[in-house]
């Protein structure tokens, strides 16, 4: 194996789980949930609510956005 090329870590590879908002597979648990709709977001599409800080998937934070 070349001393550039690592194998990536086992929470990194492709798993069972999958991301409804960008539609990912990943092996490590969600753990986030979106406050309004309560559908599991990964971490790579969690967005935040600036006033309260409360998670929310990318689809309710656009619903938020066009008012």
């Known amino acids: 194996m ?21 539609e990912g597979h990943y092996r490590y648990e969600a753990g986030y949930f979106c406050l309004r709709c309560d559908a ?3 971490p790579v599409c969690v967005r935040y609510l600036r006033v309260s800080g409360d998670v929310i998937c990318p689809r ?3 619903a938020v956005e066009r008012g």
């Open 40 to 42: 599991p977001v990964c």
């Open 60 to 62: 309710c934070d656009d």
């Open 2 to 22: 070349n001393e550039h090329q690592h194998e990536a870590p086992w929470w990194l590879e492709p798993g069972s789980e999958q991301c409804p908002s960008c």
